[in-house]
């Protein structure tokens, strides 16, 4: 089965930043542009929760534990999806996966191996 593939995590020390891509698979590039998405983490030990959120017409939905820090955006050319996280915290140390969302909101039951990042100093 064909997944989106994460990429761009790290070690970083507390107050960091990173940039996220999440690729989209052949299998949806004809239909990127209409495709909702979210970025979603699952810290050792906890639940998946999500962090952002993108609809394809550009509206967006962040969690109030990222809000001000964490940027959600997509490019329509490159067919990619990225979130931008400043000042980490190490409170976000977790596996961060991207996914397709319905019109509910809710995510394809098809995840991808998520990129790992880690805050500490």
Do not use: H
Not at 25 to 42: A, E
Not at 52 to 65: F, P, Q, V
Not at 82 to 92: G, T
């Amino acid at each position: 089965q064909v997944r989106l593939v994460e990429s761009g995590g790290g070690l970083v020390q507390p107050g960091g930043s990173l940039r996220l891509s999440c690729a989209a698979p052949r299998t949806i590039l004809s239909v990127f542009w209409s495709i909702n998405m979210g970025w979603y983490r699952q810290a050792p030990g906890e639940q998946r929760e999500l962090v952002a959120s993108m609809s394809s017409g550009g509206t967006t939905n962040y969690a109030d534990s990222v809000k001000g820090r964490f940027t959600i955006s997509r490019d329509n050319n490159k067919k990619t999806f990225y979130l931008r996280m400043n000042d980490l915290k190490p409170e976000d140390t977790a596996v961060y996966y991207c996914n397709t969302l319905n019109e509910l909101g809710r995510p394809s039951d098809s995840w991808g191996q998520g990129t790992q990042v880690a805050v500490s100093s």
